[in-house]
């Protein structure tokens, strides 16, 4: 995953029409160094100790940064959310059904299918990213 310095994050908070602030930031800079897609808890979790952001101000700042295509949510039917930065490329991810297990795996392309999908389809000519979540159980959970 390409590293994003500081100034990089800055330009995409700027980019997306959004005010620059500490928590957009710190928000921003936590999941620019995680290597995969990480709880909302855990993020709630670092924050509160690493910057001292109370709960509420980093789902506010989540929703905030959600929706303006800063990040993306991702729902592995744990019943909470997942968050990585949107990098604008594809993410695939090989999730447990027992446990919390998730991983990222990196540098699998799967434009065959998505070619052999939009010529079945009749509403779509193209796609932009797509993320996508297979299911089964992990080595732990064999
Ligand atoms: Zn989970
Ligand atoms: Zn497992």
Redesign the pocket.
């Known amino acids: 995953m390409a590293l994003y310095s500081k100034e990089d994050l800055l330009m995409m908070i700027k980019e997306a029409g959004l005010r620059i602030t500490d928590h957009r930031l710190s928000v921003l800079s936590f999941l620019a160094k995680v290597k995969q897609p990480i709880?909302v808890y855990e993020l709630v979790d670092s924050l509160r100790k690493k910057d001292n952001i109370d709960q509420a101000t980093v789902y506010r700042n989540l929703d905030t940064l959600h929706e303006a295509g800063l990040l993306r949510r991702l729902d592995?039917n744990?019943g909470?959310a997942?968050y990585e930065l949107e990098t604008g490329r594809p993410s695939h991810q090989l999730v447990c059904s027992n446990c919390?297990t998730?991983e990222k795996i990196e540098g699998i392309s799967i434009d065959d299918t998505i070619k052999k999908m939009l010529k079945k389809s009749k509403k779509f000519k193209h796609t932009t990213t797509h993320s996508m979540e297979l299911y089964g159980l992990c080595r732990n959970c064999i």
């Open positions: 709880t592995f744990h909470h997942h919390e998730v």
